[in-house]
Each structure stands twice: as structure tokens, then as C-alpha cells.
């Protein structure tokens, strides 16, 4: 089947590499020059691992293409998927989506008669019949359907999350679209991987629930980590002990500096403001935001109980800047908050990621960058890990503290254990949560 999809972003372009290895022929659509070049060369413009192979596997068998030409994209195509951003809009708490109309207008001008039209992107409560509504006013004489297919994968383990998903949901309008849909996703139905048809609003309303619930998990074991701080429990013991019962689950709940990334922040504000459009307050949700925002002042606190009055002129080595492992996403990273809180108490920040350094690069302008966890440590007076990369799980502590001037540790995503901490050199050892 003749596929375009619309956005070469996280999302965008994982669906077409993914399409594309399904056996579906695909065409990605994007605005940004740069990008449809360095991918038309090859290059990946994101890190998302193992991205690369497939990308190359299917380019090299004429399957997947990249182009700035939606109207010739579109020729003799009957599909096309809208996977562009919707950000939030400044201060509104509202999800943007002039993007989503802007690409909306665009099929509407292009397409051929019989296209489905279908929105990947994360899009709230009634956006899908506005998609439907905006093409329907730019082109009248089109016949055409529309289906809401919002994506659940996460970055860093996309290819997987794609080719192996818990659902696929589908928002449908009119039955006859599911036909289609069932051909596009016939690689993973024959796999047994449920793909489950409901209504548009319905199809909406799970992507950003799901969403809200996994922060609320977040935001719950974050709680708890600050009173079991306080009273002398350890979170790390009490989630594990949650996790046995099933209807718990031990996933998310692991205490740490809070959400972030480029999904969560977006879209429990967005789903709170659609709410209200309804008249309807969503209280849970507010509060998830609202310790959210706390826990990363709390960690603030932390490092400062450490340094005390010296953190003013004290180097800190912040190991992790991304808002998680194995993306080079900062959006909403927890850095963004606890760094220039840092910086604005007069410490000095090193800091070494993987990945992070050509997005965080502007976005933290008073920091200096290292390649080498050692080499950052030289003379520091503390380690603050922020993001739990594979890379700092398994570091030689006691190379650390030997180099380090006033050697503490500040573990935000609890990877070492105290014992070994200080058994190393260390002076204090501070985690999250005991
Ligand atoms: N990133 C994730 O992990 C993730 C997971 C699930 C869902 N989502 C949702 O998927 C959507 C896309 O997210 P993303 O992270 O891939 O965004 P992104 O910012 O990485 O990419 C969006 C791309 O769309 C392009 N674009 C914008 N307008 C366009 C237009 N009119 N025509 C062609 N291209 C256009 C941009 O240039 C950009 O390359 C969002 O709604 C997001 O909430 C994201």
C-alpha cells in the first residue's frame, strides 16, 4: 500500500521506517529543508537506537522516501498520516494546533478523491471532526474519510515500541475505513497485537488518559518518596512491595526528579484545558501537575543541603541532561528546571551526556560540557546524577572520587547504593526517596 505520512519527527519518521518495513511503500513529508536533506543522505536527524539499520534497509529497497513536495507525494496515494507536532500553546496550556490544520489544508488541496486521512498525532477531544471540517471548507469536491490512529510509542525504544505494541487504537468515522486500517497494520494483526476500533472522541480520549494516568503514577511515587524521606522509609522497597500486586504493576513507579519530555507536560495541561471546555475540572490531573513542578525544587534543596552555604563557587558534575535515557530529547527535561536554579546559586555546571550536547547546548548556555564522566570530576565538589543513562550505571567510583576536590554524590534516578557510595570515597551519598 501507497503510504504518505506528514512530519519527520520522532514520531513521523519511526511510522515510516516502521511503515516501510511492514512492506508498504512510503513517502515522508516534512517542511524543514535540513532535514528531508540529511535524511535523504542517510543521516538521522534524531538519536532513537537501532533508527539507523532499518532506515537504510528500507530506503535501500525503494520502499521509503523522503520529499518537501506533499502535492506530488500525494499522486495516486490513498493514505496519508498527520504525525506533526502539537506543542503546547504559549502559557494556555492549550495543545497548538495550527500545525495539524496547516497539514489538514495542505491534503485538502492535494489529495485525490478516496483518501483516508489520519491523525497520528497527539490531538485533543474534537480535533479529528475540525481536520474533517477544515479540509471539507478548503476543498468541497473531495471525497475523502478520516480516522484518528494516536501513537503510543516512547523515544529510545520507538522501533520496538512500534513493531511491538501493547494497541494500536483506532478512531474510526465510518466503518469503511477499517478495511484500510486493518491492511496498513495487517503485519501486526497477524502477530495477534490488538488493534481496537472505536470512536474518534474515544480514540482521543485514550491517548491523553493513558498519558495522564502514567504521570499521575509519577507524580504519586514521588510523593510518597518525600514522606518516606522524612520518616525514615525507602521508596525504592516500598515500590517494589506496591509493584508485586498486579493491579498496581511495578512500572512508574520509580522516584526521581519528575516527568519530563516532549508528551506528559503537553498533554496533561492540554487534556485539563479540554476538560474545562466542557466544564469539567480534573483535580487528580492538577495535582500531578502541580507536584511535578515540586519535585524538581525539591531536588534543588537537596544538592543545596549538601553544598550548604559553598554552593556558591562549587563545581558540580551533573552526569544526564536529556529527560530520559536514549533520546537526545530536552523537551521539558527536569535539567532545564534544576540546572539554572543551580547555576543561579553560583555553582559551576559540568555536565556530560551521551547524547544531550546538540539540543542542550543552546538551551543551557552556563554550562560546560565534557565527553568523560572522570574528566568532568577533576576538582568538582559534587556528582548529580540527572538522567540515568546505561553509560553512568557502572562508573569506577573510586577513580571519581580520587579526582574530585570535596567528593559527594546527588543520585536523582537511584542507581548506586549508599554502602558502595561511601565505601568509595565518597563523603555523603544522597538518593531519592530513603
Ligand atoms: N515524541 C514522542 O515520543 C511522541 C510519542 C507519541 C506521540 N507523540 C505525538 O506525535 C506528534 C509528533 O511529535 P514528534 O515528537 O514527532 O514531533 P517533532 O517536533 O519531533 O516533529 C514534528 C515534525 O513535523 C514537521 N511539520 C510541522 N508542520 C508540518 C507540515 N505542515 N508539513 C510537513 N511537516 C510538518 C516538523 O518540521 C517536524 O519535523 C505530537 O502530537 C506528539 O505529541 C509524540
Request: contains cysteine; glycine residues 6%; neutral net charge.
Given at each position: ?392 550505571r557502572d562508573l569506577d567510583l573510586m577513580k571519581l572520587s580520587n579526582v574530585m576536590a570535596n567528593p559527594t554524590m546527588v543520585d536523582l534516578r537511584n542507581i548506586y547504593k549508599k554502602d558502595q557510595v561511601i565505601a ?11
Amino acid at each position: 500500500m501507497k503510504i504518505v505520512v506528514i512530519g519527520a519527527g520522532y514520531v513521523g519518521l519511526v511510522s515510516s521506517v516502521c511503515f516501510a518495513d511492514f512492506g508498504h511503500d512510503v513517502i515522508c513529508v516534512d517542511i524543514n529543508k535540513e532535514k528531508i536533506k540529511q535524511l535523504r543522505n542517510g543521516i538521522i536527524p534524531i538519536y532513537e537506537p537501532g533508527l539507523d539499520k532499518i532506515l537504510k534497509k528500507n530506503i535501500e529497497a525503494g520502499r521509503l522516501s523522503f520529499s518537501l513536495d506533499l502535492e506530488r507525494a500525494l499522486k495516486d496515494t490513498f493514505v496519508v498520516f498527520i504525525a506533526v507536532n502539537t506543542p503546547e500553546r504559549r502559557g494556555s496550556g492549550e495543545a497548538d494546533l495550527a500545525y495539524v490544520m496547516e497539514a489538514a489544508k495542505n491534503i485538502a488541496n492535494f489529495a485525490e478523491n478516496n483518501t483516508l486521512v489520519i491523525t497520528k498525532s497527539t490531538v485533543p477531544l474534537g480535533t479529528n471532526r475540525r481536520v474533517h471540517s477544515v479540509i471539507k471548507k478548503e476543498n468541497p469536491n473531495l471525497i475523502f474519510d478520516i480516522a484518528s490512529n494516536p501513537e503510543f510509542l516512547r523515544e529510545g525504544s520507538a522501533i520496538e515500541d512500534f513493531q511491538k505494541p501493547d494497541r494500536v487504537i483506532v478512531g474510526i468515522n465510518n466503518p469503511s475505513s477499517k478495511k484500510v486500517i486493518q491492511e496498513i497494520y495487517k503485519p501486526l494483526a497477524l502477530k495477534d497485537y490488538p488493534i481496537f476500533f472505536t470512536s474518534l472522541e474515544s480514540a482521543e480520549t485514550i491517548k491523553y488518559s493513558s498519558n495522564a494516568f502514567l504521570a499521575t503514577k509519577i507524580s504519586f511515587i514521588n510523593e510518597i518518596a518525600e514522606l518516606c524521606e522524612r520518616a525514615g522509609a525507602d521508596i525504592q522497597d516500598v515500590a517494589k512491595g506496591m509493584g508485586f500486586d498486579d493491579r498496581i504493576g511495578s512500572k512508574f513507579l520509580q522516584a526521581g526528579p519528575g516527568y519530563g519530555g516532549s508528551c506528559f507536560p503537553k498533554d496533561t495541561s492540554a487534556l485539563i484545558e479540554t476538560a474545562r471546555s466542557y466544564q469539567v475540572e480534573l483535580n487528580i490531573i492538577k495535582s500531578v501537575i502541580k507536584v511535578n513542578e515540586h519535585v524538581k525544587l525539591r531536588m534543588v534543596e537537596k544538592v543545596k543541603n549538601v553544598l550548604g552555604r559553598n554552593i556558591n563557587g562549587s563545581i558540580i558534575s551533573v552526569l544526564g541532561v536529556t529527560f530520559k535515557p536514549n533520546t537526545d530529547d530536552m523537551r521539558e527535561a527536569p535539567s532545564l528546571v534544576i540546572i539554572p536554579e543551580l547555576v543561579k546559586l553560583g555553582a559551576k555546571i559540568r555536565v556530560t551526556d551521551p547524547q544531550g550536547i546538540k539540543e542542550g547546548s543552546a538551551l543551557l548556555p552556563k554550562v560546560k560540557w565534557y565527553g568523560d564522566p572522570y574528566k568532568s570530576a577533576v576538582n568538582s565538589n559534587m556528582i548529580l546524577i540527572l538522567t540515568e543513562w546505561n553509560e553512568f550505571r557502572d562508573l569506577d567510583l573510586m577513580k571519581l572520587s580520587n579526582v574530585m576536590a570535596n567528593p559527594t554524590m546527588v543520585d536523582l534516578r537511584n542507581i548506586y547504593k549508599k554502602d558502595q557510595v561511601i565505601a568509595s570515597g565518597f563523603r555523603s551519598y544522597e538518593s531519592v526517596g530513603s
